[in-house]
């Protein structure tokens, strides 16, 4: 059977002739066949979605809500078996396959009570007889276009808050979780949300740039590349009445100061480069490390990384699973040569797991280790500047105060996340200060965001509308509502009300 799209309540194979299969990256095995999304069914979705608004609009933020705490409750009862279907189409290891499951009802548990919460501001006047206020109204169609390295939580970033607030949604799921995808469109069927309030198109980046082409879009929300969010990013601001949220990768960086406590630098070092095989855009590829400590961090990175477990990513015992697909594989390798050639060292180089590291079963897998490397920092280095997206990780050494190592951690033209370790609040207080990321950590990993905090990343790695809890910002329009409770109008600034003719 091939999979369908879910538009105006309806399953529909749409209008284009092509399928895609969505693969399991750590045995190349098909998990299923999907329906290609064309800009013809994103235009039908539209149309449903911009139908469906003004009804949806005119319930409350609590009914609207409920919808959403059937599917909080689907995701908690399903959580062993839809964390294994994460795991299973996009390689992340059981662990994270559950915990993106988790983020997700998390999200919805976040939007759906914020339902009941006080919202808007009531704003003093200068005149006693106004009183003042700020109201939010929802912007209209929000169109979301996820990635598929967190393929059910970020769905539910964009979406949840979305729909809680009043908008009506088209999502392109990403090609590669499919499934994913599937999956939640039919939560969303079984909610009985009404006809076009939810709406999926399956397919490529030509169905995404569909959807951020359509005049019917008010907003567009968007997590993926640097690349393609530039890209959205500018098409959008020729629009005026459009705005885009777009989450950017990183080339994101953790600061081993002098004062560091080393088995939390090591421990820390470890889960952000190594995690999710390094495809977070919240990843870090850069250690800037102390002089004074680096050789011993450097023997104890090292180790781990020589030994860190590739695997099965269903097996409990497994620390990275595959990488997503054989063209990112390629483009690991190609930025692992890149790095040969600029770095002074090749300390870790698993680019190509032995035989015996690749479990039965899963030599169509696309297997890729972690690779780690020391060079002299060089501003110039392309390997410590652009995003790799893979378990690729520099060891910087420097020398001076906490200002030299943010200096070196903020040269990069990312700024998504970092931490710093050390046990002197001086320094983690100058990072806190300094260092241009989004999400900052002190002896932590730079991973691991919580639903209930901004999430948004500046430089090159965000626009400034940051998701999770605060993509509230971006799906919905601020009013600044004034009301008079008084017979005569009276205006701020001392500015006359008197209407003066030529009979005065
Ligand atoms: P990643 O590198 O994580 O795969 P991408 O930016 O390539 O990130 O993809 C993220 C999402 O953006 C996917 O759903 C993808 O299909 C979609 N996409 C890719 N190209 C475009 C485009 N030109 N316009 C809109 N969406 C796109």
Redesign the pocket.
């Known amino acids: 059977m091939t999979y369908q799209h879910y538009i105006d309540g309806e399953w529909v194979d749409g209008h284009g002739t092509e399928t895609f299969e969505s693969e399991n990256p750590a045995t190349g095995e098909t998990l299923g066949e999907f329906h290609r999304g064309t800009e013809a069914d994103v235009r039908e979705a539209t149309a449903a979605a911009d139908e469906a608004f003004e009804e949806w609009r005119e319930l409350s933020h609590i009914d609207r809500a409920e919808y959403l705490w059937d599917i909080y409750h689907e995701l908690k009862e399903r959580h062993e078996e839809l964390g294994e279907v994460v795991t299973k189409e996009c390689g992340k290891e059981i662990s994270e396959g559950k915990a993106d499951v988790t983020e997700a009802w998390h999200m919805v548990e976040w939007a759906a009570g914020d339902a009941r919460h006080p919202k808007g501001d009531v704003v003093p006047s200068e005149i006693p007889s106004k009183d003042a206020y700020m109201r939010r109204k929802p912007r209209g169609v929000v169109g979301c276009?996820?990635?598929?390295?967190f393929p059910v939580a970020i769905p539910f970033w964009h979406m949840a808050v979305s729909l809680v607030e009043g908008n009506t949604v088209v999502w392109?799921?990403?090609?590669?979780t499919p499934w994913c995808g599937q999956i939640i469109a039919e939560m969303f069927e079984e909610s009985g949300i009404p006809d076009g309030v939810f709406n999926m198109v399956q397919?490529?980046?030509?169905?995404?740039?569909a959807?951020?082409d359509d005049d019917r879009v008010d907003t567009v929300l968007?997590?993926?590349?640097a690349?393609?969010?530039h890209?959205?990013a500018s098409e959008v601001a020729s629009d005026p009445g459009k705005l885009a949220a777009c989450e950017m990768g990183g080339k994101n960086g953790i600061v081993v100061t002098e004062e560091a406590d080393l088995d939390v630098a090591v421990h820390s070092a470890v889960m952000s480069s190594f995690k999710t095989t390094g495809q977070r855009c919240v990843s870090s590829e850069r250690l800037v490390v102390h002089e004074d400590v680096y050789d011993e961090f450097k023997e104890r990175f090292v180790e781990v990384a020589e030994k860190v477990a590739v695997g099965d990513p269903l097996d409990e015992d497994t620390f990275m699973g595959p990488a997503?697909e054989a063209e990112h594989v390629e483009k690991i390798r190609e930025y692992n040569d890149l790095a040969r050639e600029e770095a002074t060292n090749v300390l870790v180089d698993r680019t190509e797991l032995g035989d015996e590291e690749i479990p039965d079963g899963h030599e169509d897998g696309h297997w890729v280790g972690p690779f780690v490397y020391e060079v002299d920092y060089d501003p110039d280095l392309r390997s410590i500047k652009e995003e790799v997206?893979g378990p690729h990780v520099a060891l910087i050494e420097y020398s001076g105060d906490i200002e030299r190592a943010v200096e070196i951690h903020n040269d990069t033209p990312y700024g998504l996340a970092g931490a710093v370790i050390s046990e002197d609040y001086r320094q983690i207080n100058y990072y806190r200060d300094h260092a241009e990321v989004g999400l900052a950590y002190g002896n932590l990993p730079c991973i691991g965001a919580e639903v209930q905090l901004p999430f948004g990343g500046v430089k090159k790695s965000g626009n400034g509308y940051p998701s999770a809890r605060e993509v509230i910002e971006a799906v919905t329009e601020r009013t600044a509502w004034t009301l008079n409770n008084s017979k005569d109008i009276e205006m701020a600034q001392g500015l006359s009300a008197d209407i003066k003719t030529e009979d005065d």
Request: glycine content about 16%.
């Open positions: 276009i996820t990635p598929w390295n392109k799921p990403a090609e590669q397919g490529y980046g030509d169905a995404g740039a959807v951020v968007f997590t993926g590349s690349e393609v969010g890209e959205i997503i997206f």
